[in-house]
């Protein structure tokens, strides 16, 4: 997490300003039609009639990102009836955003994510798409996610940077995008005109390649499979590793588990670097082993894999869980402690158990574990988030 971090406040490296140079102030607005999470097209003539108009480059996956959606509504919400016009940009293309590079969301970037984002999020403004061509996104030249370019009723650009100083909320004292908006509705000169930006580097085409070599080195990865008995399964449920641990009990003759076994394992490379481990038991019989490895090697499964060391199946589930007494499906997820975040018992809700995940992992900042919390129903944990 320090890495990433890291990474995201410096999203605006001289290589990314070189390669795709930001719009200068001044210039004119460049064109757009871009379909949005309401199905229709967008074109930059739509908004012809508004005062000023605020174009934010953002996405579904960047934590910072995530922190300004509420910011981004907001602002709507207090310009809107005069005339403003806010629009959202995603652009990303989803095939540059290596898996390990969604360890903060339950989603990538593509246009049918995006609309699940706005649903969950109860979202309301104008959320377009360019990851298709990335071409408005090069006429733009948007560093990060997000980056805000203000454009005054003659649609010349007046201001270009951050929304505003800090993604943690409390700590916000300067709102540049705000304080450039008001100046344009007051026919005042924009006080600040640039100011850098911080969140995801923009994810352009050019780096498929990358993500495709981290597939890559996944599939390399070797499988393997352990036999586990009553004591293993026991010692399982006690998750002594002390890390987050996903559990997934399965089988070979179980089509619903073969049908999210997929689901699982990228789970596990979205989140395996903030201390997710994985754990698939197999409850085939032991003679079956040689089938159940194979299943395993198709899905590349390079999760921790065990396999029932008895023909007492009862036996060992009760081991696991006393309470457990029918078939697979059955998932578990467990906090450091061993408390149980999540359990179900038929195929789970992959985007329901994605953001407990994210709603309990160990994070840097307890707002980004908060995000996942709201509207779910969960409660805040009782230790801190932070590590």
Known sequence: MWRLIFSLLLAFATWGQ?????????????DFSLPGVDGKIHRLADYAASPALVVVFTCNHCPI???????????????????????AIQPNDPKAIRIDELDSSDISDSLDEMKIRVEYKHLHYPYLYDGETQSVTRAYGPQATPHVFIFDKDRKLRYEGRMDNSYRKEMVNTEDARNAVDALLANREVP?????????????????????????????????LEMATAGDLKRLRENP???????????????????????????????????????????????????????????????????????????????????????????????????????????????????????????????????????????????????
């Open 18 to 30: 070189t390669t795709h140079p930001i719009l200068p102030v001044g210039s004119a607005a460049p």
């Open 65 to 87: 990102a995530q922190m300004y959606e509420e910011r981004i509504q907001q602002l709507e919400t207090d310009y809107g009836h005069r005339g403003v016009a806010i629009v």
């Open 192 to 224: 600040v005109k640039h100011t850098g930006v911080f969140g995801c580097s923009t994810k352009w085409r050019e780096k498929a390649a990358s993500r495709m070599e981290g597939l890559r080195k996944i599939e390399e990865q070797p499988v393997e």
């Open 241 to 387: 590793a002390k890390h987050m641990a996903l559990l997934s009990f399965w089988a070979t003759w179980c089509g619903s588990c073969i049908d999210e076994f997929s689901d699982f394992e990228a789970t596990y490379q979205m989140y395996k670097d903030r201390d997710l481990e994985l754990v698939t038991v197999s409850a085939n019989m032991p003679d079956e082993k040689a089938s159940v490895l194979r299943m395993l090697e198709k899905k590349h499964a390079t999760s921790r894999n065990l396999l029932f060391a008895s023909n007492d199946t009862a036996a060992l589930q009760a081991a696991f869980d006393p309470t457990w007494e029918s078939a697979v499906p059955y998932t578990v997820l467990l906090d450091a402690d061993g408390r149980v975040l999540y359990k179900n018992l038929g195929s789970v809700d992959i985007l329901e158990l994605r953001r407990t995940i994210l709603a309990n992992l160990p994070s840097d900042y307890i707002g980004f574990n908060q995000y996942w919390r709201a509207g779910s129903g969960q409660k805040e944990p009782a230790k801190s988030g932070g590590r």
